[in-house]
């Protein structure tokens, strides 16, 4: 059988944790990278103004604002293009441009002739004195920068910076992505020590809860500090300290009203015995008398009388099997045993064994045997031959379970808390002390005999310590 995947706490602690350091370091780097980006642009704005200005006042402006197509082929724009190659490296430049109000090219530091048509000039703001400048990345993901600068009405500079500008910005972003995975490895080293820490906390609650589930109330939570987790299991504690001091003393309280019920029960039960053997005796000398042998009537009379004997001798029998304390011999069984008693019991029972399911059971074989007697032979009369009775045995932590349970019709709720008192019965010819008789073998054993929840029928649970104490 596939097992559901359970989101379990200590991963929404991980998952959670580690979505809120990502996210603040990823805001935290994009922050800060386009803080230093901000403060970049803004220097090199002050250094491309500055060689600007250097270039419009150390370099023939006028005449390199002149220059017209066919002009490359000169001997003077050769040894201009060559000053402006010369003076883009010196100051770090990608290239250095003179253009005209439209774009056109005059005169270029590198290969572009005149008369080449680019669009810079359409980037110029309105105000004739005002520059542009930019800063992006082009299509192979280089940073770029570059500024126009107006010389005249006529005339713009342009000068892009050179990657030499940009190998702080370029050192700066490998760091930053060193730091982001680094941040990102230690944010999830973090938030799963965290989650464990966490988590180590819950799951011991968990695991008390489940343990106080299945009867074991002495279990307690040992988590120290002043937190809320703290708070919680001490609460805990509180809580199964007092349910296990009610449980006791209501098992004293029936403990007492049992050993009561069984003494006076016992006393009864023997009172009516001695007078049912005379009875019974009597029954006999009337069956042997000819007048009662020769009438038809009269030996139909007598042989009712021997079957209400019969009745009461096995009620009195039932009724001292629950008044004395049962003696147990525990010893060590296979379960294959079990099952083949039980299908004796009842041949068409749906025996269950998982795999975790033990290979061998210490009870005492015949009071437990007893006990899945009546419980197999109530479940299959409550479903009728038509219907489905299943037996499952299997471990859970420290017990053993075993649980009965029918397609019937089930209890109905008003009778489910008075289903293992004595006497209490709602068949035509029951006593009453089935379930009573079974309860008493398994809290022998130190084990418990309950009513379980189920959504078709009637389901009876056995629960019984791996290593009973006897």
Partial sequence: MQRTFTWSLQWQIFTMMLLVLVITLLLF??????????????????????????????????????????DESTTLHKQDSKALSDFAKAYQLDHITFLTKQGLVTADSGNLPPGTVTGYGSLLPQNPAGTLSRLHRNRQ?????????????????????????????????????????FGIILALALSWIMSLYLGKKFSRITKAFRA??????????????????????????????????????????????????????????????????????????????????????????????????DRMDKIIHEVMAYARQPKLNISTSPITRVVEECKTIDPN???????????????????????????????????????????????HPNRLQALVSDTGAGIPEAYQENIFQPFFSKKPKGTGLGLAIARNIIEAHGGTLELATTPVGACFQISLPLNPEV
């Fill in 212 to 309: 106080l589930q299945t009867g074991n109330q002495s279990v307690r939570v040992n988590v120290q500090g002043t937190d809320e987790i703290a708070y919680l299991s001490r609460t805990f504690n509180e809580m199964a300290s007092n349910l296990e001091k009610k449980t006791k003393q209501e098992r004293e309280q029936h403990e007492k009203r049992v050993a009561e019920l069984k003494i006076l029960s016992a006393g009864v039960a023997h009172e009516i015995r001695n007078p049912l053997g005379a009875i019974s005796g009597l029954a006999d000398l009337l069956a042997r008398r000819k007048d009662i042998r020769t009438s038809a009537a009269s030996q139909d009379l007598v042989d009712r009388i021997r079957q209400e004997i």
């Fill in 29 to 70: 780097t994009w922050i800060i990278g386009n803080l230093f980006l901000t403060a970049w642009d803004r220097q090199l704005t002050i250094r491309l103004t500055l060689v600007a200005d250097i270039a419009q006042k150390n370099l023939p402006s006028t005449r390199l604002g002149m220059y017209v197509p066919g």
């Fill in 349 to 395: 029972c749906r025996i269950l064994l998982p795999w975790e399911a033990p290979a061998e059971v210490q009870v005492d074989f015949s009071g437990f045997m007893t006990v899945l007697r009546n419980l197999l032979l109530n479940a299959r009369e409550a479903c009728g031959p038509e219907g489905q009775v299943t037996l499952e045995i299997k471990n």
């Fill in 141 to 181: 993901g280089q940073w770029q920068k570059f500024m126009l600068w107006p010389i005249n009405d006529e005339l713009l500079l342009l000068i892009s910076a050179g990657s030499e500008m940009f190998s702080v910005v370029e050192r700066v972003n490998s760091r930053r992505n060193l730091t982001l995975g």
